[in-house]
């Protein structure tokens, strides 16, 4: 890693004085406020360009977040969110340019710090321009207000179907794909792995630039192909209707190239959504496990499978061996703790949610499947003191969200009648959309409405009215997910006419039957 030493906080702000420096595989010319990869660059915002330079500066070193008040803001009294929006877009353009050779990581409830690999530095040394001798970086010794309802249901349906994210496996191949193509592809992998709302569009246009550029390179078609299987979520039906076709089309690409291509493999065999489609899924992906055992998203898919029919004590050999593959997937430690809260092993969650912290920035998906955690295991104080701690809310949220959801555990905590009516209202006025519903079901149990919960539940997954919003039913290319039936939350239901019509219609009981398996709620 090339940067320079650590400066004097003289002239903290002016960046006009800054000199050119090399960051691994990137040129920054602070003056311009341009980052550059070769042919491709990004013109940052001054503030960005500050904290970049700043933590340039630091040699891999920790800065906190008053260091980065004092060395960018003047010393200036600033929020965490302006902070905390500086840093989120500076990390999203370092993935789009340097993929994960240059990584700014949050070190929680310490700071931040940017690393960078020299091997990526060294292999492009004849693309990008030296830094003077004496250069060295010059640099000191707004998030809306308004709530978006989709938050607070759910880190977003764009968000969970990223969740899968892109799979990254090399294969074997004879043909010496275009190094431009293989940068391309892991740009998009970076992307893809953040699992953040808008990721998937990113993606696909990375990869479709990689295999423009290289029409001969099977993992870039693989990629493609498996980010098309992603794109099935938040798009209208007609354009929907497209994407099997496409996904196809990318993977039989794939497989023409190299039959073993493991991505476009699990492309096709997930080409449709886990809803009724459970038996099959499941052969297909136990063997596809079989043959690529290290294979992130082949073992990400079994364990989202298995949860889905309420196996989650199953489940957990596929979560957990996700997060050993790869330690930086926010899904996969999201998936993890829901698989540990599902079955009771509430202080194994804890763990787990600690680990993930130490590891990566807080996340949507992490965040929501933590606070839910908490009111399961009836913790309820806990929940409200986790929903207004802003170390570990994620960087997009608008304040708003914690003051929502702690209100939420607080009425829960309290036993605060007039809270949790209050609460009740604002998750059912919340589910105008259908992907939104999984998320709020456990939530009415736990504030006190099964009835709303079933009533719920059955529009989504048959069509049908709930506080006001009509849900069609679902085509075969729609996402319902039936993991929250078996939430904790739920289990006084189970017995219920109505459960039991709900596991008959949705095809579950079809499915145990055919598979021999059953749900944990009834195994214990």
Not at 52 to 79: F, H, P, T
Not at 160 to 183: C, K, M, N, Q, Y
Not at 290 to 315: C, P, T
Not at 405 to 418: F, I, P, S, V
Request: with cysteine.
């Amino acid at each position: 890693m090339e940067v320079r030493p650590w400066p004097s906080r003289a002239a903290s702000q002016d960046l006009s004085k800054a000199l050119p420096f090399v960051l691994g595989c990137l040129s920054v010319d602070p003056p311009t406020l341009k980052v550059a990869r070769g042919t491709s660059a990004a013109v940052l915002e001054p503030r960005v360009m500050q904290v970049l330079v700043a933590l340039a500066g630091a040699a891999g070193k920790v800065l906190s977040r008053d260091d980065l008040i004092a060395l960018c803001w003047d010393g200036r009294i600033v929020g965490d969110n302006a902070i905390n929006r500086v840093i989120s877009r500076l990390r999203h353009i370092l993935a789009e340019l340097a993929g994960d050779t240059v990584r700014l990581e949050t070190i929680t409830k310490v700071g931040f710090r940017l690393v960078a690999d020299d091997a990526a530095s060294v292999a492009e040394e004849h693309e990008r321009p030296r830094p003077s001798p004496s250069a060295q970086p010059h640099s000191p010794a707004g998030r809306a207000t308004g709530i978006d309802r989709r938050w607070l249901i759910g880190a977003g349906a764009a968000a969970a179907v990223a969740a899968t994210g892109a799979l990254g496996w090399r294969s074997i191949s004879a043909h010496r794909p275009d190094p431009e193509a293989v940068r391309l592809v892991e740009r998009g992998f970076a992307v893809m792995k953040s699992a953040r709302m808008g990721a998937t569009p990113s993606a696909i246009r990375l990869f479709g630039q990689a295999v423009k550029l290289d029409p001969e390179y099977a993992d870039g078609w693989g990629a493609l192909a498996s980010s098309y299987r992603h794109a099935l979520d938040g798009y209208g039906q007609g354009e929907r209707r497209s994407y099997p076709q496409m996904v196809a089309s990318a993977a039989d690409r794939a497989l023409a190239l190299d039959p073993a291509q493991p991505d476009a493999l699990l492309a096709k065999a997930v080409i449709y959504p886990e809803y009724r489609n459970w038996f099959n899924q499941e052969k297909d992906l136990r063997e596809l496990v079989r043959r690529f055992s290290k294979h992130w998203y082949a073992n990400a898919r079994m364990g989202i499978l298995l949860q889905e029919v309420g196996r989650y004590d199953e489940a957990l050999t596929f979560t957990k061996r996700v997060t050993q593959i790869d330690s930086q997937l926010p899904p996969a430690w999201a998936g993890l703790i829901r698989s540990l809260t599902m079955v009771g092993r509430f202080h194994e969650a804890d763990a787990a949610f600690e680990d993930a912290m130490a590891k990566i920035a807080p996340h949507p998906l992490i965040w929501f499947t933590r606070f839910w955690s908490l009111l399961e295991s009836r913790r309820h104080g806990e929940g409200a003191a986790f929903a207004r701690d802003l170390r570990t809310m994620p960087e997009e949220f608008p304040a708003q969200i914690g003051v929502t959801y702690a209100a939420l555990a607080g009425a829960l905590a309290d036993r605060d009648e007039t809270g949790i009516a209050r609460s009740l209202a604002y998750i059912k006025d919340s589910l105008g959309e259908p992907g939104y519903v999984p998320r709020a079901v456990p939530l009415l149990a736990l504030l006190g409405d099964p009835g709303a919960a079933l009533t719920a539940y059955s529009a989504y997954l048959f069509g049908g009215t709930i506080a006001g919003h009509a849900y069609p039913a679902p085509g075969p290319l729609d996402l319902r997910s039936t993991q929250s039936l078996f939430a904790p939350s739920l289990g006084p239901l189970r017995r219920t006419p109505r459960f039991e019509e709900i596991l008959h219609r949705s095809g579950l009981e079809d499915y145990w039957r055919r598979s021999g398996s059953q749900p944990d709620f009834r195994r214990n």
